[in-house]
């Protein structure tokens, strides 16, 4: 039933009241009407390792892991897990030899970093690039999937939904970025609470059907009865080779997504910047750990309603709901809550929700105003009009976001495979960009333009390449897959990866070219000192992988 009762409201106005007070409390107790506009945009030197792996974790998962993600282990099953625990070994790799180089050279944004290691226009483009791929692509899918589930679970009208959502991200974004880091450490308590006690019901729902009870029962009837859904490497004869083609998710374009998403992304690495680095390591380290949690979380229910769906469990609106779109799966799982379950299954969602959409809005203000407003603009602009540039810039991406997310057929391809196919036109050159700029000091600003630029083509190149060629000739390798029309193409995930490659060797021969020609590069300060972590990281580290070696086993 696609209503909340009295008790499940209860439940949420909780959650409000607690979120809203703490937030108040934070900004009242750290506000200083002095600020910077770094202190504003980074929180500088004032968050804990807590509140940054907190943070890092409430601005990634978001309704493209709750709505569509459990869509996604609907339809194929545990392999989507694959983005959330190569993000845990990902992090390890960011937090080791990315996050030093950051802090080292005292960057602050993305764009600054390309700036100061190759020049002022390649800043510039990615700084305009960023923002149109952060408002069109990604705040519009959190916006538009987060009012698709409280739709589906309130029945509350879907227009007022993206409205409520977008107002609750706007308050808690103007308090900057203090206010959403420790905010975001009871967004994430009650998303995970939330989360796993809707993964219980879920699970316990499929034992009773088969009439038995308890979680561990309900796990074994899962395994039993679709069996199929609990396979981390996807063969090519699979339906969803094309979305995760075997083990490129393993060595493959895979890394490209996750390192580029963790390492590369203002929106992610925002909120260790402003740490030192034994503060910034513990964060990313403790968000490691809570990645591996990610999949019971939001995958194990769509698994549980795949098996509910198919043997005609749910009512027929339920059904023809997730008949129309996978993505509704989540949300109809919840209306099988128990009364103020639901509600606190209702307030993890917003809480994800909410948070990630506040994490966004905050990055492309910091973009835009760092960047854009201050460099481009005014460049005179002092501390206190930047961080009202900043506040506006927030609630005017808002504002796009809530009016664009109707028109860009998100409910079309799934939402999580929406963002993760689109952002992965630009994250093979944007990725080649960094990772050579970071540790090649030979990199030049006109290779960096190549990769910038040429990745994007080389991107829509594979991406169209189909439609004038028949590539079944590389389907013996797994490197091409029939599509619904039968014609064969490229998985996603590999075409980033060979678009990595040419990327890499393109920005490789241009700056030898360059360097040939005596062109002077901007090499960053990095020295193999900077790389060496203490016991207590390392520790955590080697457990992670050792997690992740256990689990691939497993379900390989």
Not at 65 to 87: D, K, P
Not at 318 to 323: D, F, G, K
Not at 447 to 469: E, N, R
Request: aromatic share 14%; net charge neutral; hydrophobic share 55%.
């Amino acid at each position: 039933m696609r209503t909340l009762t009295p008790g499940d409201w209860l439940v949420f106005l909780v959650y409000f009241v607690i979120v809203a007070a703490y937030g108040w409390w934070v900004y009242k107790r750290k506000h200083d009407a002095d600020a910077t506009s770094k202190d504003y945009f980074l929180a500088e030197g004032s968050l804990t390792w807590w509140a940054i792996g907190a943070s890092l974790i409430a601005s990634n998962i978001s309704a493209e892991q709750f709505v569509a993600m459990s869509g996604n282990g609907f339809t194929m099953g545990l392999a989507i897990s694959t983005y959330e625990w190569m993000a845990a070994a990902t992090l390890i790799i960011v937090a080791v030899f990315f996050m030093p180089v950051y802090l080292k050279n005292k960057i602050f944004t993305m764009p600054q970093f390309l700036h100061q290691r190759y020049n002022s226009t390649v800043a510039m483009i990615m700084a305009v690039f960023w923002l149109l791929l952060y408002v069109i692509v990604n705040l519009t899918s959190i916006v538009y999937l987060g009012a698709v589930a409280i739709n589906g679970i309130s029945g509350i009208n879907f227009g007022l939904c993206l409205v409520l959502l977008a107002v609750f991200a706007i308050i808690i974004t103007l308090g900057g970025m203090k206010v959403i880091g420790y905010t975001d450490v009871i967004q994430v308590f009650f998303l995970i609470l939330g989360g796993l006690v809707t993964t219980y019901i879920a699970v316990s729902k499929v034992a009773e059907h088969y009439q038995q009870e308890g979680i561990v029962n309900g796990l074994t009837i899962m395994y039993q009865q679709a069996n199929d859904h609990f396979h981390m490497i996807l063969k090519p004869d699979n339906k969803s080779y094309a979305d995760l083609p075997g083990l490129s998710v393993l060595i493959g374009g895979m890394w490209i997504v996750n390192l580029n998403y963790w390492g590369c992304n203002q929106y992610i690495t925002q909120r260790a910047l402003g740490a030192d680095l034994k503060t910034a390591r513990g964060g990313i380290l403790f968000a490691a750990f809570l990645k591996l949690l990610m999949p019971v979380i939001v995958v194990l229910p769509g698994i549980a309603a795949y098996i509910l769906y198919r043997d005609g469990v749910f009512d027929a609106v339920n059904t023809a709901s997730i008949a129309d779109n996978h993505d509704n799966a989540y949300p109809v799982l919840l209306n099988l809550l128990p009364a103020g379950i639901k509600g606190l299954s209702f307030a993890a969602l917003t809480a994800a929700v909410v948070a990630s959409l506040a994490g966004k809005a905050n990055s492309i203000a910091t973009i835009f105003t760092l960047d854009i407003y201050k460099k481009a603009i005014k460049p005179d602009a002092t501390d206190k009009e930047l961080v009202s540039v900043g506040k506006i810039a927030v609630v005017v991406a808002m504002v796009l976001g809530v009016i664009l997310c109707n028109f860009l057929g998100i409910d079309k391809k799934g939402g999580f495979q929406f963002i993760q196919e689109y952002t992965g036109f630009v994250s093979p050159g944007i990725f080649a960009m960094f990772i050579l700029g970071f540790f090649w000091k030979k990199a030049s600003s006109n290779a960096a333009l190549f990769a910038t630029i040429g990745g994007f083509i080389f991107s829509v190149f594979f991406k169209f390449l189909p439609k004038f060629m028949d590539l079944s000739f590389l389907s013996s390798s797994g490197f091409s897959v029939p599509n619904a029309d039968g014609v064969y193409e490229i998985p996603f995930i590999d075409r980033m990866l060979f678009v990595f490659i040419l990327s890499v060797a393109g920005m490789y021969v241009i700056s030898m070219i360059d360097h040939a020609k005596g062109k002077k590069t901007n090499g960053l300060e990095v020295d193999s000192s900077m790389f060496k972590t203490n016991t207590g990281f390392t520790v955590g580290a080697l457990i992670v992988c050792g997690i992740l070696t256990a689990l691939y086993t497993i379900f390989w």
